[in-house]
């Protein structure tokens, strides 16, 4: 499976890192492919500089040291592709749409209130109910 992490998923496995985050990269890196997009790396590198800025020499690091597939978010989308209440989040499912990803792991509740075919968004805690502790 291809499986795309969220910018606020990925801020809390790189500064605030538990057992339960480790086990989600873990099995993903290990099992399927991981995938990012382009707007999703803008937006962690943006975030972090602007609200840890002592911790963004990590993000090139934690990037650096992850292996994953980088996809392009275009700068121009059809739109009314998906109702999304916060419309800065449409790059974000957009990209994930045309890249065929399966699952969309994300803690923005926005996202999970989207009626999509694919890809299939879950909070973290609902990818490792479904997808390690029950296989």
Known sequence: MR???DTNIL???LLFPNEQFK???DYITRNHKLVLSSFIIDE???V???KFPKKSYAVDSFLSDLSYELVYTPRHMLGNLFNI???NDYPVLYTAIIENIDIFITGDKDFLGVEVEMPEIMTPGEFLERHILNS
């Open 23 to 25: 086990k989600i990269l």
């Open 44 to 46: 962690l590198t943006a």
């Open 11 to 13: 801020i809390s496995m």
């Open 85 to 87: 209440r916060d419309i």
């Open 48 to 50: 972090v500089a602007r």
């Open 3 to 5: 499986i795309m992490l």
